[in-house]
């Protein structure tokens, strides 16, 4: 079997309607399918004024708001219904790629394990951390379990980084792990684009340090430790600014935990290059993603970074070369070890420099075309296992 014989469903809770970095990969990799002959058909929920146009043909599953507080903004899938069971068997897929746990991807793996169809399964988040994050901790061993039966019910499953592999290994997620990894374009994150009329147009003199924060502004990214560690920043006097680069439903309450932080709200393409690269460190202490797309981008904006050293920024950052990592889900420690790895930045703009130099240069060896056929290469391998 060929690339070209593909004919892959790809399910996803949330393919195109909110901007995320997950949904970026998988339109990334719909485009690359496409180019190279495979025949696609994408599941998801669609909404009537999406982020930005999907990659391939979309077809609506059955959907409802996320029934959590402050995330009515995404949707949660529901079981697939006679109309996109028709659509599905119409278009008769031989790969079935599931993207997301939710009731339309358990259906969906339902229907292919009926029709003894290959089904891959892609990690894109930690989704047993999020309970934390809501004040529901106690429920992570249930979510864990949940997943678990999830994937073992997949032939195989594919995770941005070695470090998340290691971590669903131990958690006896699967034995069947490969890597997809995920790429930096290039032409527009690149160190090049940093603008000092820009800097000072938002409140930045050409001498003070800029900590950044970018992405969506949502619990699980991390905020509370973000805005605690800056405020035993304060307390110590290193000098800093702080730059968020996003936008999300809990803005205000960053925005007040945060008072003096330069809030440039949600950037895309030239915009976002550019606020990025007008930074000067970057600072990431999330442990909910797998990958960590936002930390690949500032280090190809020649940023340094100072981030958790959980599953994705630890594949990522080498300590001491490309940036710091640190202990995560401890304020009190994150916020004394990231003291200490700042304070050199401030009075050392050579060693800020070097190590934004050295994250410039590894990030160059991620390729999206390159990193988009290595799953191609594990569909083909499902295939054959099946004897086709």
Not at 255 to 262: H, S
Not at 269 to 275: E, F, I, Q, V
Not at 360 to 368: P, V
Not at 371 to 376: A, D, E, K, L
Request: with cysteine.
């Amino acid at each position: 079997m060929d690339v070209t014989d593909l004919r892959i469903a790809l399910f996803s809770g949330n393919y195109n309607y909110t901007r995320d970095g997950c949904n970026q990969a998988l339109n990334r990799l719909a485009d690359y399918l496409l180019r190279q002959g495979a025949a696609l058909r994408v599941y998801s929920p669609v909404v009537e004024k999406p982020d930005f146009p999907p990659t391939g043909d979309l077809v609506d599953v059955p959907n409802m708001r996320m029934p959590v507080p402050r995330r009515g903004e995404y949707r949660l899938g529901l079981p697939l219904d006679s109309k996109a069971r028709a659509d599905l068997a119409a278009f008769a897929p031989n790969m079935v790629h599931l993207s997301a746990p939710d009731f339309t991807g358990h259906s969906a793996l339902k229907w292919a394990r009926k029709r003894d169809i290959p089904v891959l399964a892609s990690v894109h988040t930690r989704f047993e951390t999020y309970p934390r994050y809501y004040n529901v901790g106690f429920l992570e061993p249930v979510v864990e379990s949940f997943l678990r039966r999830f994937y073992h019910r997949c032939d195989a499953l594919v995770a941005p980084s070695q470090s998340q592999i290691e971590e669903l290994k131990a958690q006896d997620m699967h034995d069947d792990i490969s890597l997809w990894s995920r790429g930096v374009d290039r032409t527009v994150f690149d160190p090049s684009k940093r603008d000092l009329e820009w800097r000072r147009a938002n409140g930045l003199a050409d001498d003070d340090v800029a900590i950044v924060f970018l992405g969506r502004l949502v619990m699980e990214k991390g905020l509370d430790v973000f805005a605690e560690t800056i405020v035993q920043l304060r307390r110590r006097q290193i000098p800093h600014k702080v730059l968020v680069i996003g936008d999300g439903p809990a803005r205000s309450w960053f925005e007040k935990a945060l008072p003096g932080g330069t809030f440039v709200g949600f950037r895309t393409g030239a915009d976002l290059s550019r606020a990025l690269a007008s930074g000067d460190i970057f600072f990431n202490p999330s442990i909910t993603e797998t990958f960590g797309n936002v930390t690949l981008e500032a280090m190809a904006s020649g940023l340094p970074v100072v981030a958790a050293g959980a599953t994705g920024a630890a594949s990522l950052v080498n300590d001491g070369e490309t940036g710091r990592l640190v202990e995560p889900d401890k304020p009190d420690a994150f916020a004394q070890a990231c003291a200490e790895a700042l304070a050199p930045y401030c009075m050392d703009d050579a060693l800020r420099l070097e190590h934004g130099a050295n994250g410039e240069k590894a990030s160059r060896a991620y390729s999206w075309d390159a990193i988009n056929q290595s799953v191609v290469d594990t569909y083909l391998r499902l295939q054959k296992q099946r004897g086709r």
